[in-house]
T-cell receptor, first 113, second 115 residues
């Protein structure tokens, strides 16, 4: 059974800081790992998807890395802005015939002006 | 291009009632998945449908059922509602199920409150 953990549950940083959000998973036999952003009461916005054969993906100020052997992924946010305040969730897809994603509980990020 | 759409946005029901939630995937996407997200938790997988067939089912009771239509839209049905069914119900679509087609795109969700 895949379990995904995100620690800490909440994080508060001043504007402009570079930060790293951590995600760990127990089953390294994954197809891919996806990072999402969720604003309060809203749906999920896909940020980055890393295939199991990849080590990292980049989009703008975001960079996600994947280390299957250690069961870890990180989301790096450069030069954080107040608009980055949201909950960030990671989700792992195991090597199964269906599309089930296993999510962590998320990290609620607050960027102070 | 329209993203994943869900209806209704909000819904209030009482215990014992039945509810139907609807989802339209991104044009060209053939896979639809349903997730339940209770406050403070990550989404939990309920069902996946691909080409109108059930491809996966999460650990939810038989009160939960779903189907996919020929146009790839989907309905999630919940019978005999319980207070604990109050949650944000999310629909996700993807091109397919293979590794190259599995990126999931989520809709805005339906907020269900059971009184």
């Amino acid at each position: 059974k895949q379990e995904v953990t995100q620690i800490p549950a909440a994080l508060s940083v001043p504007e402009g800081e570079n930060l790293v959000l951590n995600c760990s998973f127990t089953d390294s036999a994954i197809y891919n790992l996806q990072w999402f952003r969720q604003d309060p009461g809203k749906g999920l916005t896909s940020l980055l998807l890393i295939q199991s054969s990849q080590r990292e993906q980049t989009s703008g100020r975001l960079n996600a890395s994947l280390d299957k052997s250690s069961g870890r992924s990180t989301l790096y946010i450069a030069a954080s802005q107040p608009g980055d305040s949201a909950t960030y969730l990671c989700a792992a897809k195991r090597r199964t015939a269906n599309s089930k994603l296993t999510f962590g509980k998320g990290i609620t990020l607050s960027v102070r002006p | 291009d329209a993203g994943v759409t869900q209806s209704p946005t909000h819904l209030i029901k009482t215990r014992g009632q039945h509810v139907t939630l609807r989802c339209s995937p991104i044009s060209g996407h053939k896979s639809v998945s349903w997730y339940q997200q209770v406050l403070g938790q990550g989404p939990q997988f309920i069902f996946q449908y691909y080409e109108k067939e059930e491809r996966g089912r999460g650990n939810f009771p038989d009160r939960f059922s779903a189907r996919q239509f020929p146009n790839y839209s989907s309905e999630l049905n919940v019978n005999a509602l319980l207070l604990g069914d109050s949650a944000l119900y999310l629909c996700a679509s993807s091109l397919g199920t293979g590794r190259a087609y599995n990126e999931q795109f989520f809709g805005p969700g339906t907020r269900l409150t059971v009184l």
